[in-house]
Structures are given as C-alpha cells and as structure tokens.
C-alpha cells in the first residue's frame, strides 16, 4: 500500500502542470521551505550555524542532480569549493553531501570528470580538516557509485558513502566497502525501485535496515551512520551501541523529526543533520512526499483561500 501512494505522488508530483505550481506558488514554495532552509549558501551556514549551537553536526547539500552537460558539472563543483571554503572560514561543524550525477556522472561516458571531481572536493575537503559522503541515487547509478568510492576512498581516506538497505545488492556492497574505512551511511532507499532490484515491502525494508546496522555496529574499520527518523530502528542502534566506543553518528533530514534529534543529542548521541540547499529543490520535495503522503496538507494549508 505505501508503495502504491509512493508511487502516484511521484507520478503527479513529475507531471509537468503540477511542476510548474509547485514551483511558482507560495505554497509550493511554503512546502519547501519547511525542507530546505535557504535558497542561497548564506541561508545554509545560518542554517548549520543554528544546528552546530545545538550542538549538532551537518552535512551541506548543494541541491541537484543529473546535469545535462560538463558545463553544469563544473559549476556544480565549484559551488561545492565554495561550500567547503565557507566550512573552514566559518569554523563550522559540518561536510558534504554530494550527487554523482551532479558532478557529472552519466555525462561523459567514462567517469574521469565524476572522478576527478570528488577527487578534488576530497582534498579541499582534508585540509578543512571535513569530509565528503557520497549520497546513493536510484539504482541506475549504485554499480558506477559503489566502483567510484572503491577506487578513490583508498587514497582519499575522507570519504563516505550512503547504502540502500532496500536494495537486494546492498549487503554484498556493504562487506565491500567497509574494509575502505570511511563512514557508511545507512539509509533505507528513497527511490521507487522495480522488484528486480529491491525488496517492495516496507517491513522487510526494516527488517534489512536492521541486519545491515547489525553487520555495520559490529566492526570498527569503517564509521557508522545512522540515516534513520524511525524510532524503533534508532531504539535498535541505541541498544546495539551502547556498549560501543568506536565512533558512530544519527543523521537525519533537516526538518524531519527534531524532537528525536533534540533526545538523541540531550542522550550524548552524536547527530548529524542532512541540510540541503539551493534552487534545485524540487526533486529533493517529491522524494520527501512521496516517503509522508501527509505532507502534502502543508502545501493544502498554505494555498489562499476564498
Ligand atoms: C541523513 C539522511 C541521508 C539520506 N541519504 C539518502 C541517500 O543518499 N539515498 C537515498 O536513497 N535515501 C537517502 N535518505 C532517505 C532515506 O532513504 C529514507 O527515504 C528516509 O529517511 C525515510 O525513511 P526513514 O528511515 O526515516 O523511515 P520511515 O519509516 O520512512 O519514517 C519513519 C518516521 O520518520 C518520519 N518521516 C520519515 N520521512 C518523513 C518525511 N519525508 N516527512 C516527514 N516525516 C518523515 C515519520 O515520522 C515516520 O513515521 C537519507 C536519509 C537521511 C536521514
């Protein structure tokens, strides 16, 4: 049943009419707003500042993703040298989270602008003394990402990368990776995925989430995080880790769940928060709809009545 939902809200969020409100009125605007606290890098680092004060970490996502041409890739990384600059100016507590097909994955055939371009951020990344975590996009790309950190993670050191425990490929991806050290972000998948790929059902969802956050705790190459807003899976983690002391985080989504961020970090847990920023906010919107039908009522609630 949630697949189904998951299923028309991305196929009436993409059509292009619907597109088009979402994007012009203020309350499609509204609704973003309560995902991506600013349009602008300024607007981001008020943002990280915020949460660092809370004694939270961050990760910056400059939205986008599959760019067109190399053009918009270099761009795209450039505004990722700015981001990084800004970390360091500003002193803030926070790293990266980057798209492939933002930088240019899929652009020009073999990946040597993706490559060279996370090879880039990762050294501006280390002398901030950050990191960068490589989000995981839908399963067209997890062969190419997976190979991407496999080859770069070795020499980087500072580099991380998101795992969909709805993917039936995962736990092998996982016993890959973890040998690299790094972190290891687990999330359960935000993409409509065919059954060929991934498990449709979101108890078993849940029920590979915790095999992989099991398989994950018990080792200490790589560092765990913990990309989950539900309580039963993080109760899990608090359990499992408790007696852990190599390094592990929560991270969340900006504006998801801050009462559960607020306990965790009240608790001592480390919390990263997932900040994303930008103009390119739409698909990231959809994903967040189509994962809570619910809230769509944000968007219903702004619109102008009368
Ligand atoms: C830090 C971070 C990074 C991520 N990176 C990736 C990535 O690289 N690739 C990828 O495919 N996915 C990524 N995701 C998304 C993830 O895969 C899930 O789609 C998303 O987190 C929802 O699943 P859940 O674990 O929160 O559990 P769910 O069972 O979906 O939700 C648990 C509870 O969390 C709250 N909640 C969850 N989603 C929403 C929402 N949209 N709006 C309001 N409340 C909500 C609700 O209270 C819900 O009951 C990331 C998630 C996080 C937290």
């Known amino acids: 049943m949630a697949g189904l939902f998951r299923r028309i809200i991305l196929a009436v969020a993409h059509h292009p009419v619907v ?28 943002a990280c500042r915020q ?18 041409d190399e053009v918009a890739a270099r761009a795209a990384r450039a505004d990722y040298l700015e981001c990084i ?16 097909t933002q930088l240019g994955l899929g652009v020009t055939g073999p990946d040597a602008l993706v490559a060279e371009a996370i090879t880039e951020l990762a050294e501006a990344a280390g002398r901030a003394n950050t990191t960068v975590t490589i989000d995981m996009e839908d399963s067209r790309w ?3 990402t997976v ?3 496999t080859a770069l993670q070795p020499a980087a050191g500072n580099l991380g990368l998101a795992l969909q425990a709805a993917l039936y490929r995962t736990p092998a991806d996982l016993e890959r990776v973890i040998t ?15 059954p060929e790929v991934a498990v ?29 807003h539900d309580e039963r899976l993080v109760d ?37 928060v997932y900040v994303p920023y930008g103009s390119h906010w739409y698909p990231y919107l959809t994903r967040r709809l189509a994962e809570r039908p619910a809230n769509l009522l944000f968007f219903l609630r702004a619109l102008p009545r009368g």
């Open 85 to 100: 600059e800004r970390i360091a100016a500003e002193g803030l507590d926070a790293n990266l989270s980057v798209k492939l």
């Open 200 to 228: 449709q059902r979101k108890d078993e969802v849940d029920l590979r989430f915790a095999a992989m956050l099991q398989a994950l705790l018990a080792q200490t190459e790589a560092v765990p995080a913990v990309a989950t």
């Open 180 to 194: 690299l050290g790094g972190h290891i972000r687990i999330c359960k998948g935000a993409y409509l995925e065919p």
């Open 19 to 46: 597109e088009r409100i979402m994007l012009r009125s203020h309350a499609g605007r509204c609704l973003a707003r309560r995902f991506v606290p600013g349009m602008t890098l300024d607007e981001a680092v008020a």
């Open 51 to 68: 949460l660092n004060d809370r004694g939270m970490s961050v990760s910056l996502d400059h939205l986008g993703e599959e760019v067109k």
């Open 142 to 144: 997890t062969q190419a």
């Open 236 to 272: 899990l983690t608090v359990a499992l880790a408790r007696d852990r002391t190599a390094p592990l985080e929560f991270q969340m989504l900006y504006g998801i769940r801050t009462d559960l961020q607020r306990r965790l970090v009240d608790a001592g847990w480390p919390m990263r």
């Open 147 to 149: 190979d991407l950190y």
